[in-house]
T-cell receptor, first 113, second 113 residues
Framework: KAGVTQTPRYLIKTRGQQVTLSCSPI?????VSWYQQTPGQGLQFLFE???????NKGNFPGRFSGRQFSNSRSEMNVSTLELGDSALYLC????????????FGPGTRLTVT | GQQVMQIPQYQHVQEGEDFTTYCNSS?????IQWYKQRPGGHPVFLIQ?????EVKKQKRLTFQFGEAKKNSSLHITATQTTDVGTYFC?????????????FGQGTRLTINP
């Protein structure tokens, strides 16, 4: 089975811009979760989608949003980028949710200048 | 604040020595997962513990879940250079009526060959 894929792998943006990240889960997995990883804060949960519905949400501002498509692919959007948004954004897929084994993708390294 | 505390933050050992990382929560965990992230890589699922007092072994790795389901540990016997990486615990906690997976800050293990 192909693993979780994320595109793009690296991104450089300027403050104030917006960005869209994409995640394709493992075939058959219906749950996709997004995490932000930074050296200072560790792994922070952003949100989880299951069957196109947001099932769970972390404590991030409304600038962070996401969606899931009928083929389980997911996108994450960050609007009005701030310097503090620089991080590794990881998506993880699982068969039915975070209560089960999650498979992480390689991540998208976002740098905001 | 951080609801799942993991210690130590860093650990450096000589190859062949044992290593232990601890995960503590002030509230009861429904279950706990452990992940390993190699330098430059993404988290990889190791195991999930669900039952009070559960102990699971994977070769040189021993995972324990406390009787009160508020703490967990990962012990590696006779470390090898392939064990290098950051080990994360992730506990499932009920926050504001919703179950959320909260990651510890991770323990970064380095090994002197």
């Amino acid at each position: 089975k192909a693993g979780v894929t994320q595109t793009p792998r690296y991104l450089i943006k300027t403050r104030g811009q917006q960005v869209t990240l994409s995640c394709s889960p493992i075939s058959g997995h219906r749950s996709v979760s997004w995490y932000q990883q930074t050296p200072g804060q560790g792994l922070q949960f952003l949100f989880e989608y299951f069957s196109e519905t947001q099932r769970n949400k972390g404590n991030f501002p409304g600038r962070f949003s996401g969606r899931q498509f009928s083929n389980s692919r997911s996108e994450m959007n960050v609007s009005t980028l701030e310097l503090g948004d620089s991080a590794l954004y990881l998506c993880a897929s699982s068969f039915s949710g975070t209560n089960y084994e999650q498979y992480f993708g390689p991540g998208t390294r976002l740098t905001v200048t | 604040g951080q609801q799942v505390m993991q210690i130590p933050q860093y650990q450096h050992v000589q190859e062949g020595e044992d290593f232990t990382t601890y995960c503590n929560s002030s509230t009861t965990l429904s279950n706990i997962q452990w992940y390993k992230q190699r330098p430059g890589g993404h988290p990889v699922f190791l195991i999930q513990l669900v039952k009070s007092g559960e102990v699971k072994k994977q070769k040189r790795l021993t995972f324990q879940f406390g009787e009160a389901k508020k703490n967990s540990s990962l012990h590696i016997t006779a470390t090898q250079t392939t064990d290098v990486g950051t080990y994360f615990c992730a506990g499932r906690i009920i926050i504001q009526g919703a179950q959320k997976l909260v990651f510890g800050q991770g323990t970064r293990l380095t090994i002197n060959p």
